[in-house]
């Protein structure tokens, strides 16, 4: 589509990579950066990743420390601090939202309008829900 310019990257408002951290150890640096440096500057980066939460922290911590308005979302957020964090995100306080794998299922942010996945999940059931 891109090659067919039936896309342009300089409108995309968000960019979701899921499997970030697989993408970056399979070596998918270069082209990641390549696609993000012609998306606009001002669009909001969801990263999801199947990653225990301390290595999401991680990678939260360190988009910080670069100026990235950032939070993390998994599985040891309370229920309350999920829904905190989904509405400023949803409201644009933030501008990344860093995700483990138990948040890329069900999460409804109705300005999202396309989600691409990095790969298929191993089991069937799995990829279901991340794509539903």
Known sequence: ML??????????????????????????EPQIRSIVGQIRPDRQTLLFSA??????????????????????LHGDNEQASRMDILQKFNSGIYHVLVAADVAARG?????IKSFVNFD?????????????
């Open 107 to 111: 999460l409804d942010i109705k300005s």
């Open 3 to 28: 090659k067919m310019k039936a896309l342009t990257r300089q409108r995309a408002t968000y960019l979701v990579l899921d499997e970030a951290d697989r993408m970056f150890d399979l070596g998918f």
């Open 51 to 72: 990653t225990m939460p301390p290595a999401v922290d991680e990678i939260e911590s360190q988009l910080a420390q670069k100026g990235f308005k950032v939070t993390a």
């Open 120 to 132: 298929i999940a191993k089991d069937m059931d799995m990829h279901v829900h991340r794509i539903a």
